[in-house]
């Protein structure tokens, strides 16, 4: 993406009329009919590029002065991660703070509106809580989505963020009511990790004696039964019989950022007491190819490892944005150290191990193209094409997609139907 630093001339044709302006008060008179326009349409700003590709967008971001504003930042997937590269500016004699970026065809992406933050870089650091807490939706925005945040360590508070769809992005409908499954919290105890967590199962709607005979297996529990809404978009596929019906576990997390990226122990953990649990619970005839482990960015990283390691169990993995470009450094987690390989963990696991009898989809965002890993690894794009090209060099089969937007919930709730059916529908 590229953006316009050049106030005198805006990149935004409808900043660009106003600020061609030739007295003040045509000045002022263009920036009320400006206002009233947003009001009527929203923001951010839509408007085609003029470079020859009928497909991409200027997108603006906006912002009304409201006398005690300093600076605004986008905290986005169009710029940089680092908020003081992704201020907003105010066009002179006016009351518009401003940002425009080139997107591509059908972007769609979750964003905030950091209003006089202190544009440090950003970590998951003492201070990240407080300053998560003063960004804000858009007030102009069309659309919002809510995070409600589990009770634990790290970021404890519920946040509400824009979207930002272009006209011609992919709509994603909620899912159609249908019958509607039956969905439980347990407390499980591991003996293996010597701890507890919750689990949710989801148990399909019965349309008979029979049980169902897949099993899913899912990481991120808690966001899976929020704002994913996955017990709803999973009765929408039974209902629909594009999909068989699987008794589905969805785990909670206790230390999200030990347990989920190759971490061996949590891998045992799911594959020889979860899955067993499961299948006992359900009366299901156990089978790897009606066995599905899925999550979302380290959960997809977490579900292809434990596809590798427990290939007897798994047999079909569903990544959304994984975290591939992962090494053991970043994290220094011990338990894989001395492989050799700093970044891109498990694709090196991979690329020297026997393929196994498993299945993939895979897919991430074309905005997911910056460096990760404190900046010094791979970006999430890059890692998972890589990953591919080392899984399809293997012979394994892959159905893999890429999106328009970033690392954002607005995708992964809208497409993990796409990525069940994949694996699990009417081939």
Do not use: K
């Not at 930042?73 to 066009?91: F, I, N, W, Y």
């Not at 690329?351 to 890993?373: H, I, K, T």
């Amino acid at each position: 993406m590229s953006v316009d630093n050049q106030l005198t001339s805006p990149l935004s044709p409808r900043l660009a009329t106003i600020s061609a302006t030739a007295t003040s008060d045509a000045r002022a008179a263009a920036v009320e009919d400006f206002w009233r326009e947003v009001e009527r349409s929203g923001a951010p700003l839509f408007e085609r590029a003029d470079t020859g590709d009928a497909g991409s967008w200027l997108v603006t971001f906006i912002w009304q002065d409201d006398g005690a504003t300093d600076t605004v930042a986008g905290v986005h997937a169009l710029g940089s991660r680092d908020l003081a590269d992704s201020q907003l500016e105010l066009l002179p004699g006016t009351d518009i703070w401003f940002r425009t970026y080139r997107a591509v065809a059908g972007v769609r992406t979750q964003y905030s509106l950091a209003i006089n933050d202190s544009l440090a870089p950003f970590s998951l650091g003492e201070d990240a809580s407080e300053r998560i807490a003063a960004w804000r939706a858009d007030p102009f925005g069309r659309e919002t989505i809510s995070f409600q945040r589990p009770a634990g360590p790290g970021i404890d508070i519920d946040v509400t963020m824009s979207v930002l769809a272009a006209p011609d992005a992919e709509a994603f409908a909620p899912p159609p009511e249908a019958r509607s499954g039956t969905l439980t919290q347990h407390r499980f105890a591991s003996a293996t990790l010597d701890n507890e967590r919750d689990i949710w199962v989801h148990q399909p709607a019965q349309t008979g004696a029979a049980q169902p005979d897949h099993l899913l297996v899912l990481f991120d529990g808690y966001h899976c039964t929020t704002v994913l809404d996955v017990p709803a978009t999973l009765d929408h596929l039974y209902a629909s019989g594009t999909t068989p019906p699987a008794a589905t576990v969805m785990i909670g997390n206790v230390d999200r950022n030990l347990e989920l990226p190759c971490h061996a122990p949590f891998a045992s953990f799911v594959a020889d007491e979860l899955v067993p649990w499961m299948t006992d619970r359900f009366q299901i005839q156990h089978d790897p190819a009606r066995t599905v482990v899925g999550g979302l960015s380290y959960g997809g990283l977490a579900a292809a490892y434990a596809g590798l390691q427990h290939p007897d169990v798994f047999g079909n993995v569903l990544s959304q944005s994984g975290s591939f470009w992962w090494g053991p450094d970043f994290l220094d987690a011990t338990d894989i150290a001395g492989s050799g390989a700093q970044w891109e963990w498990l694709t090196h696991v991979y690329a020297r191990s026997a393929p196994q009898s498993l299945r993939f989809y895979l897919e991430a965002g074309l905005l997911e193209n910056q460096p990760l890993g404190n900046g010094q690894g791979p970006s999430l794009l890059a890692s998972n094409r890589h990953f591919l090209d080392v899984l399809l060099a293997h012979g394994y089969e892959v159905d893999y997609d890429e999106f328009a937007g970033g690392h954002d919930y607005v995708w992964w709730r809208g497409r993990f139907a796409q990525g069940l059916h994949t694996l699990l529908g009417s081939r």
